[in-house]
């Protein structure tokens, strides 16, 4: 199954782009959120940690807004101190998240879609559905075991439990 097209609006730049122009080539990791999430924020903490581990260096991250372009630019932006700088921020409209929703089947968010370098997706879900472990291009770092320390990543964040009909936008 192939990402569908759908425009979206670069929330750095304000250029216009398509969901499938914004992941072409790359193995990639989406993250539909919302400004009324309450644990959206940490949800992005912990992808944009992932982003920063060197096994993931071949993988880009993204995260697509669905509810306010406005509120979703004053979160990022907060403080005038970028949050998740690993990670490239869009904006979907509304009725585009209508179809993205109808189409990749999610009712609640953080909703993550993983994509190999072709655009299909391998992966899709809440965090306890998408394995983070196990994504296209990650690459195999050997550890030294006699002074590597516990992990401080954890592999996915928490399952979100915020339903979308509960939301009125």
Known sequence: MALPD??????????????????SGRNTIIDFWTTRCTRCPDALDKLDKLAQDPQYNEIKFISICCDQLDGAREIIEKDNDPRWSHIAHYFMAPNDKETAKKVLGFKSVPFYVVLDKTGNIVQKGGASKV???????????????????????AG??????FMLEDLDF
């Open 6 to 23: 759908l425009p979206l609006r670069c929330l750095t730049s304000a250029e216009a782009h398509t969901t499938t122009d914004v992941v």
């Open 131 to 153: 394995d983070f472990d196990n994504v296209p291009g990650i690459l195999v770092i050997e550890e030294d075991k006699e002074n590597s320390k516990p992990d401080q990543i």
């Open 156 to 161: 996915a964040p928490e399952e979100q439990v």
